[in-house]
């Protein structure tokens, strides 16, 4: 059991920013071909940070960079928690702080473009927090567990009774992905109306940082669409890998299909999401089990 | 020799000095599907702290050449300009004009002209592909720089961007400045 969960969570580390930047860059060649372009090379993900890596070192404030390395290390260390089978609980409350940190970081700089970024960073937290509390309840009042190991070595899929939550849960990756419509606090696209949003300061390898910890991320939130699909079979690997990535290409085209909704549509949709389809969900699991 | 992933991802800051639009037209219809300079791993931007590549397009007036230098000081090194259209390259047909100061090279270094009335797409995306060559070159000065002190990497980096220059022709304005005066003139008589 515990070599098993080093070995998941060496992979993760080790194999993680490499799916993640692939990931990324099928989203960018996806998206060109949405749009009739031809699109960027897969690996271009990886010659961005690459060149970011090697441009010169800027920071408005040395406080940014130790806030942004914390962001780093919560991120990684979630997703760590995750593959090695650890509380849910436990992985949620990292993600939300490594996610603060993002926040404060932003606000560090004092740049008003950051600083309003980080303000609707804040309002996307508020937004999609309690549809992922609905989402680990759900699990625990289905299976008994908050352990991803049990969840995972569990007899029958989460996936039907949850449907509901799972369906939440996709709504919020919008979200977490920071895909149209709503990428209101940092946007991958060209023009917006706050340059970059809460990256706007973060230059060269500090920004090269970000991405690789979105990498990680991104994997990391993908394996929770996995774990709806979990029965400790081959078969219910191979269902939760793909849908793991129908998943993500969902968020691909709906990301090219919107434009950017204001906060407040945000706000109000996410959380008439996890009262409608979560709660319900919720409701229903309690009655019947 | 580092890694050449800065000639992989070139990422554009585009500021209009004083153009009729024209050349903004055209500097936008690079990233459209006809064009897409995304196959380059060419983005454009909209921030200076993230930006490889500056492109100005209009000639510098005395209102905005304090807002050109700041851009430019906000990108990080390496960093390439290039002058889009005839007005960035020499001031163009505002030349003479009270107000305004002649081409982007009044101000901070440029490294690429492109000229033309409006600058073509193509011609635009010439110009930062071969900009590409010149962000190469001063990366790699960057690198030696990290041992030799401070005022020895300043001349060296100068020198070697001059070197690289000539040597390779790494970055031949499209046409030279007499060739471009000459086209101005025939532009003007029509």
Known sequence: MIIKAIISVVAFLVLGPFLGGLLAGLDRKLSAKMQRRVGPPVLQPFYDVGKLFQKEKQTPTRFQDFYVILFVVFIIASGVLFFMGGDLLLVIFTLTIGAAFLIIAAYSSNSPYAELGAERELLAMMAYEPMVLITVIGFYMYGGSFRVSEIMAADNMAFLPLIGIFFGWVFILTLKFRKSPFDLSMSHHAHQELVRGATTEFVGRTMGWIEISHWYENVFLLGFVFLFFANGTAWGWIIGIVVALLTYFFEVFIDNCFARMKWQFAFKSAWVVAVVLGMINLFVLYICF | ?190
């Open chain 2, 1 to 190: 020799m580092s890694a050449a992933y800065v000639t992989k991802s070139p990422w554009v800051v585009h500021y209009d000095g004083s153009s009729c639009n024209g050349c903004d037209i055209e500097v936008l219809a690079c990233l459209t599907p006809m064009y897409d300079v995304e196959r380059f791993g060419i983005i454009n931007c909209g921030n200076p702290k993230h930006a490889d590549v500056f492109l100005v397009t209009g000639s510098v007036n005395e209102q905005n050449k304090g807002i050109v230098k700041q851009i430019y000081e906000q990108m990080p090194e390496p960093k390439v300009v290039v002058a889009v259209g005839i007005c960035a390259c020499s001031g163009g047909i505002f030349k003479d004009c009270y107000n305004v100061m002649g081409g982007v090279d009044q101000v901070i270094p440029v490294d690429a002209y492109v000229p033309g009335c409006a600058a073509r797409p193509e011609a635009i995306i010439d110009a930062v592909v071969k900009g590409l060559g010149v962000l190469q070159a001063k990366r790699d000065a960057m690198v030696k720089a990290v041992d030799a002190p401070a005022e020895e990497v300043a001349e060296a980096a100068a020198e070697e961007v001059a070197t690289e220059e000539k040597k390779a022709g790494a970055v031949p304005p499209i046409f030279t400045m007499a060739e471009i005066k000459v086209n101005t003139m025939d532009f003007l008589k029509k």
